[in-house]
């Protein structure tokens, strides 16, 4: 059962537009939520979180929007560079675990 | 500032062979370690844990297995290692609210 899902494989987006990436989830007790980044042959680097409390959490180009009662997450990317380009993978925790769930992550491209 | 350093970076084993792959963490103390694996064209396995010396937690029963001798020391084994064990392997520390930090991975063909 895949609590994290990343139905988009790929995305792909002209440099200077917005890159929208979806994450949904089933588990209503996940209580934060993460953002990873990845390039081939490299570990992920966590980009941006957010905690149920929330709806919006921003950081520079980097915004995470949460609707819970959708159980759904989305990464915005304003504007979107060449050096974006990368795969994206969503994550879960819940309260007093110590694990994340994943996702199976998006590959974005961003042309320039 | 805290840094991991995992290695090798890539590894070319014969089928058969045992494995051993070596995490470290410096600049904290007591992190929950973690190791996971990525197959191609897949997303990220959580393979084992650790919240402390000696306390491993298995996520999925495989070929694998895992010791944390020091605090910040993580260690993945296999005695013998099969053609599915092929993957990027990628260890990861955390303190606090389950933000992951990850090394730079282990990229493993077993042929």
């Known amino acids: 059962d895949q609590q994290v899902k990343q139905n988009s494989p790929s995305l792909s987006v002209q440099e200077g537009r917005i890159s929208i990436l979806n994450c949904d989830y089933t588990n209503s007790m996940f209580d934060y939520f993460l953002w990873y980044k990845k390039y081939p042959a490299e570990g992920p680097t966590f980009l941006i979180s957010i905690s149920s409390i929330k709806d919006k959490n921003e950081d520079g180009r980097f915004t995470v929007f949460l609707n819970k009662s959708a159980k759904h997450l989305s990464l915005h990317i304003v504007p979107s560079q060449p050096g974006d380009s990368a795969v994206y993978f969503c994550?879960?925790?819940?309260?007093?675990?110590?694990?994340?769930?994943f996702g199976k992550g998006t590959k974005l491209t961003v042309n320039p | 500032s805290q840094t991991i350093h995992q290695w090798p970076a890539t590894l070319v084993q014969p089928v058969g062979s045992p494995l051993s792959l070596e995490c470290t963490v410096e600049?904290?103390?007591?992190?929950?370690l973690y190791w996971y694996r990525q197959a191609a064209g897949r997303g990220l396995q959580l393979l084992f844990y650790s919240v402390g010396i000696g306390q491993i937690s298995s996520e999925v029963p495989q070929n694998l297995s895992a010791s944390r001798p020091q605090d910040r020391q993580f260690i993945l084994s296999s005695k013998k290692l099969l053609l599915s064990d092929s993957g990027f392997y990628l260890c990861?520390?955390?303190?606090?609210?389950?933000?992951?930090?990850f090394g730079a991975g282990t990229r493993l063909s077993v042929l």
């Open positions: 600049g904290t103390s007591n992190p929950n």
């Open positions: 994550a879960a925790s819940r309260g007093g675990s110590e694990k994340l769930v």
């Open positions: 990861a520390w955390s303190t606090s609210r389950n933000i992951q930090y």
